[in-house]
Structure formats: C-alpha cells, structure tokens
Antibody, heavy 117, light 111 residues
Framework: EMKLVQSGGGLVQPGGSLRLSCKAD????????MSWVRQASGKGLEWVAK????????LYLDSVKGRFTISRDNAENSLYLDMDSLRAEDTAVYYC??????????WGQGALVTVSS | QSALTQTASVSGSPGQSITISCTGT?????????VSWYQQHAGKVPKLIIS???NRHSGLSSRFSGSKSGNTASLTISGLQTEDEADYYC???????????FGGGTRLTVL
C-alpha cells in the first residue's frame, strides 16, 4: 500500500494563499491518479480536485475552479494543491488520496486549513 | 456535483445486523459498478472498506458486505461490534464527470 505523508496547512487570512504537499513512499505514485478531498469540521467528505498520472489532466470542484491548482512532481513522488483567494468556506481538513477507478484507496493523514481573519 | 443521499444515523446493539443505504441517480450509482464505502472513526482518517460495490478491501472482516440495486447501494454490517462505531461514507463515479461524489455520511452508534 502507498503511504502518503502530508505537509502544509495552517491559518491564513481570507484572500490569502496556501500550498499543501503530499509525498508518497511508493514508486507506483507515478502511475496513479491522485485526488484531494476535504472535510469541514463536523461535515462530510467533499472531493476537491484530481489529476492523472502524467499531470496533464486536471479536474476541479466547481467552487474552487480558478482558485485552486493541483499539480504533481513524479520525480519527487509528490502531489501539491496551491490554494489562492481563500475563503472562510474553504476551512477544512484536506486529505490527499490515491485513486483507482474512482475508489480512494490510500489516504494521507490530513492537513487543517483555517481561513480566518 | 450533487451528493449522494445517506441516512444521517443508524444504531444497533452488539451482535445485531444493520444496513446503511446510499441513494444516487441513474447517472451515477445506477450507471456504475464503481461504488465504494469508507469508514471513519472519530478524529481519524477515512479508510476504504468496500470497492466496486461489493469487494472487501484487504483484511476487512467478512462481517462487512456491499450490494447495489438500481440507484441505491447498501452496506451491511453483521454481528455488530463496538469497534464498528464510526461514520460511514459511500461514494460513486459521478457519471457526468470524471470525479467522485460522496454521500453525506451515516453515523453508526453501537449501543
């Protein structure tokens, strides 16, 4: 199983930016679709973004389009989520996950993003 | 990007069986074998337990089973144990887009 270790997160003011990182310990990372999923406190899971193994295809939740950018560096076995123009409603724990046929089979430990003044 | 529908909560006693339902549409659950279930204990990371409607993930107890009929998927847990108390989420291929949609989650309480 692929182990995913996340870094980043923290407190940011509305309108600010933040980068989340996710590093895999497995060479299969370069062959895997990867997703970001978030969970607001006390709420359910919400898919945010995904990218194909080459990083050439990127899909986003409508509410984050134009503000969030998913990217990856397969040489570093790393996935990123750059978040700009952050809003209070983006406050959540963000998880990276590997995806196999729309099934999220390996999850990172999560990173808390708090958007508040 | 609409969510799937799950009952908010369900409860059962140790040893009993419970079923959690997840309702979608003919475009997502009804059209796809790619329905998954996740278990999330309080304060923990979600964990995949069922993929492709009924495939138990590695090492999962046979007490857990998944099925689908029409636009509704179901997770059944038999012989309830206290450690089964958790939130359970269904997910499916979205149908109209190449992404995953989740249910709102069901909180299982083992009394």
């Amino acid at each position: 199983e692929m182990k995913l270790v996340q870094s980043g997160g923290g407190l940011v003011q509305p309108g600010g930016s933040l980068r989340l990182s996710c590093k895999a310990d497995d060479f299969t990372f370069g062959h895997s679709w990867m997703s970001w999923v978030r969970q607001a406190s006390g709420k359910g899971l919400e898919w945010v973004a995904k990218t194909n193994p080459l990083g050439s295809e990127k899909l986003y939740l409508d509410s984050v389009k134009g503000r969030f950018t998913i990217s990856r560096d397969n040489a570093e076995n790393s996935l990123y989520l750059d978040m700009d123009s952050l809003r209070a409603e983006d406050t959540a724990v963000y998880y990276c996950a590997s995806e196999f046929y729309w099934c999220l089979d390996n999850w990172g430990q999560g990173a808390l993003v708090t958007v508040s003044s | 990007q609409s969510a799937l529908t799950q009952t908010a909560s369900v409860s059962g006693s140790p040893g009993q069986s419970i079923t959690i339902s997840c309702t979608g549409t003919s475009s997502d659950i009804g059209a796809s074998k790619y329905v998954s279930w996740y278990q999330q204990h309080a304060g923990k990371v979600p964990k995949l337990i069922i993929s492709e409607v009924s495939n138990r993930h590695s090492g999962l107890s046979s007490r857990f089973s998944g099925s689908k009929s029409g636009n509704t998927a179901s997770l059944t847990i038999s012989g309830l144990q206290t450690e089964d108390e958790a939130d359970y989420y269904c997910s499916s291929y979205a149908g109209t887009g190449n992404y995953v949609i989740f249910g709102g989650g069901t909180r299982l309480t083992v009394l």
